[in-house]
């Protein structure tokens, strides 16, 4: 029976109202893997210290073996009415081999097993995210490489700026999946302090050997503070932080490809593979992929903005509102990886145009700078002075309607009489990206020893694992 004073609009009962919203097994049954790891190196450790015996604890052990088996096999029935992933594990063990199952909950609380079976979760989704960006970074230079000398217009406020390479605008990318992996890699670090032990919030009264259960889930120690432990949902927060970053970056590089590949721009061209087309006009190359990427950092970044309002303002130790953190993190990790594995496989993918991106490089007079920084060089003038004598040269072309190569020397001399036929070189669009040799800039020297630099580190690295 629904309540008769509100129950109008609920179709159910409170009771199973309550199950609706308390139970969290359709979601954490995610953390099977890492539940029955952690389980069994908590079993090991009650032997080991002597709170159980040896053949108890070889009874829990085989009886977590065969629900192991059976969460391999899909063949483990997931109950809601156990609530969550613990209770079901818990539940099916009682099951296999009798009351003794009920050992294993000997010195151990959910609010420490969740606390660790979701760092665990979270650190094996670090590591495959590093390895995504990792290779992502691998695609990006190796393209890099192949375009060092391949020359673009670069762009500030998305206006013909300077000349620039394709290469050099692609390692700018590598850059920042760079640090994207640096973010993760310490968020993992400081992520590594096992929970287990620390029991409900207060920690327990039997003998139990937290360094051994930390050792054996690979930790590198057991937490300091039993309230901190199973309160602290930090490792997520930082790992969500460092995927809305990262996923910003894959939106920046996404934009990009859905302007580069549209008819405008018509930099460059995805294969059949990465484009759909229109139902109703025939001529049309979407980008989709590109686009899903893009819009996958709303998701992501929503993610990391819930589990902060969650976890905000929540007294010490675990409230239940901690439940709520996985299904963001599920879903941004997911969506992250996916939109990772999409962008390696679009830049691979990605044809450029080099003559397009030529022809619109040498458009709108993106080499002035280059002319402006030659009348400082010969004729000495001040920069500011160069500038305005180069911004006249600009509007007569402007005026013209052609290229500053296209202008007679006589044109020039008309703004500055000193112009000499030498001038006409540094308008080139090759020589210009060539003269940017500073540390860190275009030219196609540097950024061949970059992509290099990179491929090398990258290739390093996939070998080490
Ligand atoms: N399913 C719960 C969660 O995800 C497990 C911990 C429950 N602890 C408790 N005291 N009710 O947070």
């Not at 004073?5 to 009962?13: D, H």
């Not at 695609?139 to 762009?155: D, E, N, R």
């Not at 005026?399 to 007679?408: I, P």
Request: glycine share 6%; with cysteine; aromatic share 6%.
């Amino acid at each position: 029976m629904t309540n008769t004073m509100w129950g109008g609009r609920f179709a159910a009962s409170p009771a199973e109202i309550m199950e609706e919203i308390n139970a969290s097994i359709d979601f954490d049954k995610r953390l099977w893997r890492h539940d029955l790891a952690a389980s069994k190196a908590h079993v090991a450790m009650l032997a080991a210290t002597g709170i159980i015996d040896k053949a108890e604890a070889d009874k829990i052990v085989h009886g977590l073996d065969q629900i192991l088996a059976e969460m391999e096999a899909g063949k483990f029935k997931f109950s809601r009415k156990l609530e969550d992933i613990h209770l079901n594990v818990e539940h099916r063990l009682t099951e296999l081999i009798g009351p003794v199952a009920g050992k294993l909950h000997t010195a151990r609380s959910r609010n420490d097993q969740v606390a660790t079976d979701f760092k665990l979760y979270v650190r094996d989704e670090i590591a495959s995210i590093m390895d995504g960006l990792a290779a992502l970074q691998l695609s990006l230079a190796t393209k890099a490489l192949a375009h060092a000398g391949s020359v673009m217009p670069g762009f500030t406020h998305l206006q013909t700026a300077q000349p620039i390479t394709f290469g050099h605008h692609l390692l700018a990318y590598v850059e920042m999946f760079g640090r994207d992996r640096g973010r993760f890699a310490c968020a993992a670090k400081r992520l590594n302090e096992s929970p287990l032990g620390s029991a409900a919030l207060a920690g327990t009264s039997f003998p139990i050997d937290r360094d051994m259960t930390a050792k054996a889930l690979g930790f590198s120690g057991p937490t300091a503070n039993s309230l901190d432990a199973v309160s602290d949902r930090d490792f997520a927060l930082e790992t969500l932080a460092a995927a809305s970053i990262a996923a910003m970056h894959l939106s920046r590089l996404a934009e990009e490809i859905v302007l580069w590949t549209s008819p405008q721009f018509g930099f460059a061209r995805l294969s059949d593979a990465y484009s759909t087309g229109s139902s109703i006009m025939p001529q049309k190359r979407n980008p989709d992929a590109a686009e899903l990427v893009r819009a996958k950092t709303g998701r992501i970044a929503g993610a990391f903005q819930a589990l902060l309002m969650v976890m905000k303002g929540l007294p010490l130790a675990y409230a239940k509102d901690m439940q709520e953190d996985k299904e963001p993190v599920f879903d941004a990790l997911d969506a992250l990886k996916l939109g990772i594995a999409a962008m390696t496989g679009m830049v691979d993918d990605l044809e450029p145009d080099l003559r397009a991106m030529k022809r619109a490089a040498a458009s709108g007079y993106a080499t002035a700078t280059d002319l402006a920084d030659w009348l400082v060089i010969k004729l000495g003038l001040p920069f500011r002075e160069a500038h305005k004598v180069t911004g006249r040269i600009v509007a007569l072309a402007e005026a013209k309607g052609c290229e500053l190569k296209k202008l007679s020397l006589a044109d020039f001399q008309a703004v500055e009489k000193r112009i000499g036929e030498e001038a006409y070189a540094v308008l080139d669009v090759a020589s210009a990206v060539k003269s940017r040799k500073s540390h860190g800039g275009t030219a196609p020297a540097n950024v061949r020893r970059e992509a290099k630099r990179w491929i090398k580190r990258l290739e390093k690295q996939g070998q080490s694992r």
